[in-house]
């Protein structure tokens, strides 16, 4: 009792980004929702309609205000490549689309389609902010594909200073740290 | 124990044994249109669940009928909490059905699958 009706939906969509990447899709019950969120859970229900609701909510506000945020200035050529990268690989977000695409992907249309509009979104940042030359032998989307492998590492080796710890992907004159 | 289907654009929902007693219906038929999702959800048996009327409840044990809570319907047939699926709906007599159902996970896949393909 006492908590008030009203929310930040912003807030427990930023709250529901962190829940969702510690505990993975399945891993998260809704009582860990009501918990993490200070929500009632019939006003959880009623605002979202689900679990999935939620889950759709919270990719959609990563791609429309998270990522957006990061892309946009890269895009109109105001944000160096190697401060991309570097926002980008440090952003849950990240650790959101993994997530999804992993748990979600093969069995959820609606999920999948939001993963690959994010991962275009990368891509077309990542290459306005530090362009490469065309190579046939590359695999694309190829920036998209690096990030979420370092992410995917990084996740192994928390410590930052571990020797194994994967490089970020930018070159060119950048010095990396 | 409730059996949840798809019958064209309608969710079916029939309830099975004596819980047709205690909840006082042995049916529901609900457009998918009034259907938001659903979602597997054991914790909600603890919850609150306001004023029965009409039906059964016997704390504990059978959790059947219509409940009214601030101003909302609510209809509850659970008596597995492990059980137990959340529909939300809208524009609907109910606010929400808690239901037990056999296999929580494929009727949810059941049901987000259906709204999806709308």
Same mark, same amino acid.
């Given at each position: ?9 912003? &807030? ?44 759709? &909510? ?6 429309? /205000?998270?990522?957006? &945020? ?20 440090? &952003? ?47 695999? /694309? ?13 990084? /996740? ?8 194994? /710890? ?12 | ?25 042995? *049916? ?17 048996? *603890?919850?609150?669940?306001?004023? *029965?009327? =009409?039906?059964?409840?016997? =704390? ?29 709906? *809208?524009?609907? @007599? ?7 159902? @056999?296999? =929580? ?14």
């Amino acid at each position: 009792m006492g908590r008030p009706r009203g929310f930040s939906e912003a &807030a427990v969509l930023q709250a529901a980004t962190e829940i969702f990447t510690r505990g993975g899709y399945a891993g998260t019950s809704v009582d860990d929702l009501v918990k993490g969120l200070n929500l009632h859970r019939g006003s959880l229900y009623k605002a979202f309609g689900s679990k999935h609701g939620l889950f759709l &909510a919270v990719l959609r506000h990563c791609l429309e /205000r998270q990522l957006a &945020a990061v892309i946009q200035p890269a895009i109109t050529g105001d944000t160096a490549a190697s401060e991309l990268i570097d926002k980008l690989t440090r &952003a849950p977000e990240l650790d959101l689309l993994l997530v999804a695409a992993v748990e979600r992907g093969p069995q959820d249309a609606e999920v999948a389609a939001l993963v690959r509009t994010a991962l275009l979104m990368i891509e077309q940042a990542t290459e306005a902010a530090d362009p490469r030359p065309a190579d046939g032998a590359t695999a /694309r989307p190829a920036r998209a594909i690096e990030l979420l492998g370092v992410r995917l590492f990084e /996740r192994l080796y928390p410590e930052p200073d571990h020797p194994h /710890r994967p490089t970020r992907p930018t070159r060119g004159s950048t010095k990396e740290t | 124990m409730a059996i949840v289907s798809i019958d064209g654009s309608n969710l079916t929902v029939v309830l099975q044994g004596l819980d047709k007693l205690w909840a006082l219906k042995s *049916r529901l038929t609900i457009p998918l249109a009034h259907v938001r999702g659903a979602t597997a959800d054991p914790g909600i048996v *603890r919850e609150p669940k306001g004023w *029965r009327s =009409p039906g059964a409840h016997i =704390p504990g044990l059978i959790v059947a009928g219509t409940f009214r809570q601030d101003g909302q319907k609510v209809f509850w047939d659970v008596h597995d909490r492990d059980k137990a699926v959340v529909i939300e709906l *809208r524009d609907d @007599e109910y606010q929400r059905l808690v239901l037990e159902v @056999e296999d =929580p996970r494929a009727v949810v896949e059941l049901i987000e699958s259906a709204l999806t393909q709308r």
